[in-house]
Protein backbone atom coordinates (compact mmCIF):
# COMPACT_ATOMS: atom_id res chain seq x y z
CA UNK A 1 0.00 0.00 0.00
CA UNK A 2 2.72 2.05 -0.38
CA UNK A 3 1.85 5.63 -1.53
CA UNK A 4 -1.48 5.20 -1.54
CA UNK A 5 -4.00 6.98 0.71
CA UNK A 6 -6.72 5.57 3.28
CA UNK A 7 -9.24 7.44 5.34
CA UNK A 8 -10.60 5.40 8.09
CA UNK A 9 -13.55 6.31 9.45
CA UNK A 10 -14.23 6.61 13.40
CA UNK A 11 -10.18 5.52 13.91
CA UNK A 12 -9.73 7.04 17.06
CA UNK A 13 -10.37 3.67 19.17
CA UNK A 14 -11.19 -0.08 18.77
CA UNK A 15 -11.09 -1.53 15.47
CA UNK A 16 -10.75 1.74 13.76
CA UNK A 17 -7.39 1.81 15.75
CA UNK A 18 -6.09 -1.52 14.84
CA UNK A 19 -6.91 -0.72 11.10
CA UNK A 20 -4.83 2.45 11.22
CA UNK A 21 -1.89 0.82 12.48
CA UNK A 22 -1.78 -2.12 9.98
CA UNK A 23 -2.28 0.43 7.22
CA UNK A 24 0.60 2.46 8.27
CA UNK A 25 2.46 -0.74 8.96
CA UNK A 26 1.90 -1.61 5.13
CA UNK A 27 3.23 1.86 3.88
CA UNK A 28 0.25 3.79 3.68
CA UNK A 29 -0.67 6.96 4.48
CA UNK A 30 -3.40 7.35 6.78
CA UNK A 31 -6.20 9.66 7.57
CA UNK A 32 -7.75 8.78 11.30
CA UNK A 33 -11.57 10.25 11.39
CA UNK A 34 -13.11 10.49 15.01
CA UNK A 35 -16.37 12.96 15.89
CA UNK A 36 -15.61 13.60 19.67
CA UNK A 37 -12.48 11.78 21.23
CA UNK A 38 -9.21 13.55 20.06
CA UNK A 39 -7.21 12.32 23.22
CA UNK A 40 -7.98 8.75 21.24
CA UNK A 41 -7.25 9.85 18.18
CA UNK A 42 -4.01 11.47 18.88
CA UNK A 43 -2.69 8.30 20.68
CA UNK A 44 -4.04 6.59 17.36
CA UNK A 45 -1.44 8.87 15.35
CA UNK A 46 1.01 8.33 17.79
CA UNK A 47 1.01 4.61 17.17
CA UNK A 48 0.94 4.96 13.47
CA UNK A 49 3.76 7.09 13.24
CA UNK A 50 6.34 4.38 14.86
CA UNK A 51 5.52 3.38 11.07
CA UNK A 52 5.12 6.24 8.73
CA UNK A 53 4.85 10.57 9.07
CA UNK A 54 2.27 10.71 6.28
CA UNK A 55 -0.78 10.15 8.97
CA UNK A 56 -2.70 12.57 10.56
CA UNK A 57 -6.51 13.48 12.13
CA UNK A 58 -9.57 14.80 11.07
CA UNK A 59 -12.45 15.76 13.11
CA UNK A 60 -16.49 15.34 11.91
CA UNK A 61 -19.65 13.13 12.51
CA UNK A 62 -19.98 11.12 9.25
CA UNK A 63 -23.33 11.61 9.59
CA UNK A 64 -23.38 15.09 8.70
CA UNK A 65 -22.95 15.23 4.62
CA UNK A 66 -20.58 18.74 5.59
CA UNK A 67 -18.44 17.18 7.48
CA UNK A 68 -17.59 14.42 5.11
CA UNK A 69 -16.89 16.74 2.49
CA UNK A 70 -14.37 18.49 4.51
CA UNK A 71 -12.18 15.08 5.59
CA UNK A 72 -12.15 14.31 1.95
CA UNK A 73 -10.41 17.46 1.30
CA UNK A 74 -8.30 17.49 4.04
CA UNK A 75 -7.15 14.04 3.09
CA UNK A 76 -6.10 15.67 -0.91
CA UNK A 77 -4.88 18.43 0.56
CA UNK A 78 -2.24 16.36 2.50
CA UNK A 79 -2.25 13.79 0.53
CA UNK A 80 -2.86 14.18 -3.08
CA UNK A 81 -5.88 11.73 -3.49
CA UNK A 82 -7.25 9.21 -1.73
CA UNK A 83 -7.57 5.60 -3.05
CA UNK A 84 -8.84 3.22 0.68
CA UNK A 85 -11.46 4.13 2.30
CA UNK A 86 -12.96 1.89 5.22
CA UNK A 87 -16.15 3.14 6.71
CA UNK A 88 -15.51 1.92 10.56
CA UNK A 89 -17.60 4.49 12.43
CA UNK A 90 -20.38 3.24 14.16
CA UNK A 91 -22.32 3.50 17.58
CA UNK A 92 -25.08 1.40 19.31
CA UNK A 93 -28.24 1.96 21.16
CA UNK A 94 -30.23 -1.25 22.36
CA UNK A 95 -32.79 -1.95 23.93
CA UNK A 96 -36.29 -3.71 22.82
CA UNK A 97 -37.76 -2.47 20.11
CA UNK A 98 -40.74 -2.06 22.89
CA UNK A 99 -38.97 0.47 24.82
CA UNK A 100 -36.41 1.71 21.66
CA UNK A 101 -37.63 5.17 21.23
CA UNK A 102 -37.51 6.85 17.61
CA UNK A 103 -34.15 9.15 18.33
CA UNK A 104 -32.37 5.69 19.02
CA UNK A 105 -33.82 4.47 16.02
CA UNK A 106 -32.67 7.57 13.70
CA UNK A 107 -29.30 8.02 15.20
CA UNK A 108 -28.10 4.56 14.78
CA UNK A 109 -29.18 4.74 11.30
CA UNK A 110 -28.16 7.87 10.77
CA UNK A 111 -23.93 7.37 11.20
CA UNK A 112 -23.83 3.65 10.79
CA UNK A 113 -25.96 3.54 7.65
CA UNK A 114 -26.44 7.41 6.30
CA UNK A 115 -22.15 8.08 7.56
CA UNK A 116 -21.17 5.19 5.01
CA UNK A 117 -23.81 6.56 2.05
CA UNK A 118 -21.87 9.67 2.80
CA UNK A 119 -18.66 8.27 2.15
CA UNK A 120 -19.58 6.14 -0.54
CA UNK A 121 -20.63 8.81 -2.44
CA UNK A 122 -17.95 11.26 -2.39
CA UNK A 123 -15.38 8.93 -2.26
CA UNK A 124 -16.67 7.11 -5.72
CA UNK A 125 -16.81 10.41 -7.57
CA UNK A 126 -13.19 10.89 -6.26
CA UNK A 127 -12.19 7.33 -7.17
CA UNK A 128 -13.53 7.30 -10.92
CA UNK A 129 -11.68 10.38 -11.90
CA UNK A 130 -8.51 8.17 -10.23
CA UNK A 131 -9.39 5.03 -11.65
CA UNK A 132 -8.42 3.09 -8.79
CA UNK A 133 -10.57 2.38 -5.83
CA UNK A 134 -10.69 0.23 -2.57
CA UNK A 135 -14.20 0.41 0.19
CA UNK A 136 -14.09 -1.73 3.01
CA UNK A 137 -17.86 -1.24 5.02
CA UNK A 138 -17.62 -2.45 8.66
CA UNK A 139 -20.83 -4.46 9.00
CA UNK A 140 -21.69 -7.26 11.74
CA UNK A 141 -22.46 -10.15 11.93
CA UNK A 142 -25.95 -9.16 13.84
CA UNK A 143 -26.87 -7.29 10.15
CA UNK A 144 -26.56 -11.22 8.35
CA UNK A 145 -28.17 -13.40 11.69
CA UNK A 146 -30.39 -10.54 14.04
CA UNK A 147 -30.26 -10.17 17.88
CA UNK A 148 -32.54 -9.45 20.07
CA UNK A 149 -32.57 -5.84 21.35
CA UNK A 150 -30.51 -4.32 18.04
CA UNK A 151 -33.35 -4.20 15.88
CA UNK A 152 -31.57 -0.47 14.81
CA UNK A 153 -28.25 -1.41 14.79
CA UNK A 154 -29.05 -4.43 12.65
CA UNK A 155 -30.61 -2.89 10.55
CA UNK A 156 -28.19 -0.12 10.05
CA UNK A 157 -25.42 -3.13 9.78
CA UNK A 158 -27.86 -4.86 6.63
CA UNK A 159 -28.04 -1.80 5.04
CA UNK A 160 -24.36 -1.73 4.88
CA UNK A 161 -24.36 -5.18 3.43
CA UNK A 162 -26.92 -4.08 0.43
CA UNK A 163 -25.10 -0.89 0.03
CA UNK A 164 -21.93 -2.84 -0.40
CA UNK A 165 -23.28 -5.32 -3.33
CA UNK A 166 -25.17 -2.51 -5.25
CA UNK A 167 -22.31 -0.36 -5.28
CA UNK A 168 -20.26 -2.98 -6.28
CA UNK A 169 -21.94 -3.63 -9.16
CA UNK A 170 -21.88 -0.10 -10.25
CA UNK A 171 -18.20 0.66 -9.90
CA UNK A 172 -16.68 -2.81 -10.93
CA UNK A 173 -15.83 -1.70 -14.66
CA UNK A 174 -13.91 1.41 -12.96
CA UNK A 175 -11.65 -0.59 -11.35
CA UNK A 176 -12.92 0.07 -7.86
CA UNK A 177 -13.87 -2.87 -5.84
CA UNK A 178 -16.32 -2.44 -2.37
CA UNK A 179 -16.58 -5.50 -0.04
CA UNK A 180 -17.83 -5.70 3.33
CA UNK A 181 -16.45 -7.20 6.66
CA UNK A 182 -18.78 -8.82 9.21
CA UNK A 183 -17.01 -8.92 12.23
CA UNK A 184 -18.31 -11.44 15.35
CA UNK A 185 -17.77 -10.11 18.61
CA UNK A 186 -14.62 -7.83 19.18
CA UNK A 187 -12.73 -7.14 22.55
CA UNK A 188 -13.40 -2.83 22.18
CA UNK A 189 -15.45 -0.03 24.20
CA UNK A 190 -18.02 -1.00 22.22
CA UNK A 191 -18.42 -4.85 23.60
CA UNK A 192 -17.61 -3.51 26.64
CA UNK A 193 -20.81 -2.28 27.31
CA UNK A 194 -22.30 -5.62 26.80
CA UNK A 195 -24.25 -7.34 29.79
CA UNK A 196 -21.82 -9.98 31.24
CA UNK A 197 -24.94 -12.37 30.76
CA UNK A 198 -24.63 -11.69 26.82
CA UNK A 199 -20.94 -12.17 27.01
CA UNK A 200 -21.16 -15.10 29.25
CA UNK A 201 -23.78 -16.43 26.25
CA UNK A 202 -21.55 -16.22 23.61
CA UNK A 203 -21.48 -19.43 21.69
CA UNK A 204 -18.17 -19.28 19.47
CA UNK A 205 -16.79 -22.32 17.79
CA UNK A 206 -13.18 -20.74 18.12
CA UNK A 207 -13.77 -20.69 21.92
CA UNK A 208 -12.48 -16.83 22.31
CA UNK A 209 -13.56 -13.32 21.51
CA UNK A 210 -12.06 -11.38 18.38
CA UNK A 211 -9.44 -8.79 18.48
CA UNK A 212 -9.48 -5.84 16.46
CA UNK A 213 -6.53 -7.29 14.86
CA UNK A 214 -8.80 -10.07 13.59
CA UNK A 215 -10.74 -7.31 11.67
CA UNK A 216 -7.87 -5.17 10.64
CA UNK A 217 -5.92 -8.26 9.20
CA UNK A 218 -9.30 -8.96 6.62
CA UNK A 219 -9.51 -5.08 5.81
CA UNK A 220 -6.14 -4.79 4.79
CA UNK A 221 -6.16 -8.02 2.74
CA UNK A 222 -9.60 -6.19 0.62
CA UNK A 223 -7.32 -3.17 0.45
CA UNK A 224 -4.33 -4.88 -1.31
CA UNK A 225 -3.66 -5.83 -4.83
CA UNK A 226 -3.90 -9.32 -3.56
CA UNK A 227 -8.29 -8.67 -3.63
CA UNK A 228 -8.51 -7.43 -7.08
CA UNK A 229 -10.72 -9.84 -8.21
CA UNK A 230 -13.00 -9.82 -4.89
CA UNK A 231 -16.21 -7.41 -5.08
CA UNK A 232 -19.30 -7.07 -3.50
CA UNK A 233 -18.43 -10.00 -0.89
CA UNK A 234 -19.38 -9.79 2.91
CA UNK A 235 -16.22 -11.53 4.76
CA UNK A 236 -17.29 -12.87 8.29
CA UNK A 237 -14.47 -12.57 10.65
CA UNK A 238 -16.46 -14.36 13.70
CA UNK A 239 -15.03 -17.36 14.99
CA UNK A 240 -17.25 -19.11 12.91
CA UNK A 241 -20.22 -17.92 14.92
CA UNK A 242 -22.54 -17.23 11.63
P1 LIG B 1 -15.84 1.70 19.36
O1 LIG B 1 -14.66 1.15 20.10
O2 LIG B 1 -17.04 2.13 20.11
O3 LIG B 1 -15.33 2.90 18.43
C1 LIG B 1 -16.25 3.58 17.62
C2 LIG B 1 -15.51 4.55 16.73
O4 LIG B 1 -16.48 5.21 15.90
C3 LIG B 1 -14.77 5.63 17.50
O5 LIG B 1 -13.58 5.93 16.82
C4 LIG B 1 -15.74 6.82 17.41
O6 LIG B 1 -15.10 8.10 17.50
C5 LIG B 1 -16.31 6.62 16.02
N1 LIG B 1 -17.58 7.30 15.80
C6 LIG B 1 -18.74 7.16 16.48
N2 LIG B 1 -19.68 7.99 15.98
C7 LIG B 1 -19.08 8.67 14.94
C8 LIG B 1 -19.52 9.65 14.03
N3 LIG B 1 -20.77 10.14 14.06
N4 LIG B 1 -18.64 10.13 13.12
C9 LIG B 1 -17.36 9.67 13.07
N5 LIG B 1 -16.88 8.74 13.92
C10 LIG B 1 -17.74 8.24 14.83
O7 LIG B 1 -16.38 0.63 18.29
P2 LIG B 1 -15.70 -0.67 17.64
O8 LIG B 1 -16.11 -1.83 18.44
O9 LIG B 1 -14.27 -0.43 17.36
O10 LIG B 1 -16.52 -0.75 16.28
C11 LIG B 1 -16.02 -0.30 15.05
C12 LIG B 1 -16.98 -0.74 13.95
O11 LIG B 1 -17.08 -2.17 13.97
C13 LIG B 1 -18.40 -0.22 14.13
O12 LIG B 1 -18.97 0.07 12.88
C14 LIG B 1 -19.12 -1.40 14.76
O13 LIG B 1 -20.49 -1.36 14.51
C15 LIG B 1 -18.44 -2.55 14.07
N6 LIG B 1 -18.55 -3.82 14.79
C16 LIG B 1 -18.01 -3.95 16.02
C17 LIG B 1 -18.13 -5.18 16.69
C18 LIG B 1 -17.55 -5.44 18.04
O14 LIG B 1 -17.77 -6.55 18.58
N7 LIG B 1 -16.82 -4.51 18.63
C19 LIG B 1 -18.81 -6.24 16.06
C20 LIG B 1 -19.35 -6.05 14.81
C21 LIG B 1 -19.21 -4.84 14.16
P3 LIG B 1 -14.83 8.83 18.95
O15 LIG B 1 -13.66 8.09 19.55
O16 LIG B 1 -14.51 10.24 18.58
O17 LIG B 1 -16.08 8.67 19.73
Same mark, same amino acid.
Given at each position: ??? +??????? $?? %??????????? !? +?N?????????? &????????? &??????T???????????????????????? #????? /?????? &? !???? +?????? %???????????? =???? $?????M???????? %?? +???????????????????????????????????????? @????? =???????????????????P???? #?N?????? %? @?? #???????? /?????? #??????????????????
Amino acid at each position: MQN +KTVIVTG $GS %RGIGRAICIDM !A +KNGANVVINYTS &NEKEAIETM &NLCKKYTEKVIVVKGDVSKYADCENILNVAI #ENFGS /VEILVN &N !AGIT +KDGLII %RMNEDDFTKVIN =INLK $GSFNMMKLLSAHMI %RK +KYGRIINISSIVGIIGNAGQVNYSASKAGVIGMTKSLAKE @LASRN =ITVNAIAPGFIVTDMTKALPDSVM #ENLNIPVK %R @LG #EAEDIANA /VCFLAS #EKSSYITGQVISVDGGMS
